[in-house]
């Protein structure tokens, strides 16, 4: 209806009616309070600049064309016009710099609320560039922040606590004064984006090791190259003491299948929903805060956390006086301010194509998830059932397509990487250490104290090198094999003694065992072999040393003959 008009009419008829109290049952359940949406744009910012701060400090090694994914190795193994990235326009650390300190000049920007939609949109596009550019250290953790971000773009995120705000009080016109809520489409969409993750990992999850052994938990807290302290101690209670003969692995194992199927469903009651929303946002930041404290998951937690954060219901901020949400004054309407039927008829079709094009979005997510569900599909190949490229072309562009099968289920063993170097001398050494700085270069096959230390608890190296020994990715090894012998010989040439030759990298798997059994059983897994120089290097690197040898001989006589 315009916002001209002064009254409504009122049909006689029951189904508008109908609708009317479906609507009036129902909006609670997508509802999202305005000073939510501000704490969440506050904390989400402050997470975004932290994040974004660490990636730069290994901006060299995973952005650059000296790194571990150089451009042509990028449109090589993944370039295609879905995989867009402003960061790939150059490979020089001087660009990698320029982008890194834009994006986090908006981030900030976001993060107190100046020009909040229009720099949630850069942000978003720096974003999305960003994750492109090296898709191997990328986790559901990105794929979470990648989603938040897009449908903050269409949420009223600067409404509140935010510089725009400021700036509008007292001077906004009706048209602009904020609404202490919103309930929407878009509204709908993100409570339903953060539910899928759940709902979805928690479909994947239909497997033994967590319905019928319930040793899921037990399985991810043996991963060594997941523990925390924490973790250790709970996996050592739980091997030492079982209270009223409750294992506390499986009572772990239920609680987190129940968290995750019924904390989301909560957010859509639409009766007490002040109580069921509570409860269901405490479920998901509790179980990010043990699934944090325990394992060393990076930055998911985090965020998995921060996502909820929309879902809390505005009675908990009248509770504090000084957030309540008094009606916003605003300077009454000249005639010139206030919309014509003109301005509004010309508005209505930027209306409709937003509204189209954001129902796409959300069908096309609901599709993508039921698809990787293995719910029936209009589409079918050889009997197979399929999302078509059109749609995945469009998720891909847009950064909406997804996987939710976090430890679905997790493995039953872990490792850690010993490379194997030889230098030009014949000396065996470490190679991974020397990388990491480590002044020790002799070579060490036991098992490391800290696992990982050896990443420096470092989720996006972990999760490259995790990926590294998957042969999905044996083509990038190839790459890492190069920056490795780069990192090395930047000093060196072929023939001296100190300078890098080949190396293997292998990967030791350690298997757990069930029922708190030691482990023993040890596989040893050589995944690569890497030469630093081939033989016309070499051999042009010993003519250079031979030439240079007899320039110093000859000088050396010519000095004695004087």
Known sequence: MPPFSASTSTSSSPLPRLLAALQRLF????????RSLGIFRVLFGLFLFCDIAIKWYWGYEFFTDY???PRAAMVELTGSIENWSLHAINGSALWMHLLFILHLGLIAAFTVGFHTRWVAVAV????????????????AAELLVRLCLFWTLFLPMGDWLSLDAKRRTGTATPSQVPQRSVTSLVSAAYILQVGLIYWTTLFHKHHPMWYEEKLAVYYALSLDEFARPIGIWFWQLARDYQP????????????TLLVEGLAPTLWLIPFFSVFFRTVGVLGIMGLHLGLGSM?????FPFIGAISTIPMIPGWWWDKVKSWRLQPPTAKPPSA?????LLTWLRAAPLRTLRYVFLSVCCISILWWNAVELGATSPFTSNGEEYIPESVKSFNRLLSLDQNWNMFSPPPRGDGWYVIEGTLTSGRKVDVWRHYWGNGDLTLDWDKPTNIPETYRHDAKWHKYMANLRDNTYEKHRLHFGRFLCREWNSDYNAADPEALQQFDIHFFTEHNLPNYRVKEDITKDTIWYHQCYSEEDREKAATAEREQMKAASAAAQAAAAE
């Open 336 to 340: 010139s301010q206030r919309p014509s």
């Open 27 to 34: 909006s609670p359940s997508f509802t999202l309070d305005i």
């Open 124 to 139: 978003w596009v720096l974003t999305l560039s960003l994750q492109t550019r090296n898709p191997m250290i990328l986790s």
């Open 244 to 255: 009223f003969g409750f294992d506390l692995m499986q009572l772990a194992n239920d609680a």
């Open 295 to 299: 394992m060393v998951l990076g930055i």
């Open 67 to 69: 790194g571990i994914l």
